[in-house]
């Protein structure tokens, strides 16, 4: 008899992701601007993650400032910081920049050039 172990990934309640939309070749959905209408200029809390066994993309559970939950793919998110908050997002503005602020996003041709 086989015995099925579901794994399961344990995700800091503390961290917060940003929006940072992939468009390149097989650019995943739903588009996390255009489609889930988040908004580039807040701060999201991860409140769980999804991984369906037909794909090898990620999800992660996500609301949006209409409060709407969303599963957006981890190819349209970056780690942004470990917040201790009860908010589902925040505004950047309103958060001490980051030690790496500015630091420079790698598209795809630039990792191959």
């Known amino acids: 008899m086989a015995l099925l172990v579901a794994a399961a990934m344990d995700i800091n309640p503390r961290l917060f992701v940003e929006i940072?939309?992939?468009?390149?070749p097989h650019s995943?959905?739903?588009h996390p601007i255009n489609e889930?209408?988040?908004d580039p200029e807040y701060v999201y809390k991860v409140?769980?993650?999804?991984n369906p066994s037909e794909t090898s993309e990620c999800y992660f559970v996500l609301s949006n400032t209409q409060r709407q939950i969303?599963?957006?793919?981890?190819?349209h998110l970056l780690a942004y910081r470990l917040i201790d908050s009860e908010e589902f997002f925040?505004?950047?503005k309103e958060i001490e920049p980051r030690?790496?602020?500015?630091t420079k996003i790698l598209s795809t041709a630039?990792?191959?050039g």
């Open 70 to 75: 969303w599963f957006i793919p981890q190819r």
């Open 99 to 102: 030690r790496h602020e500015g």
């Open 110 to 112: 630039d990792k191959r």
């Open 20 to 24: 940072h939309p992939y468009d390149g």
């Open 28 to 30: 995943p959905h739903p």
């Open 36 to 38: 889930g209408h988040f």
């Open 47 to 50: 409140l769980g993650m999804y």
């Open 90 to 92: 925040l505004p950047k």
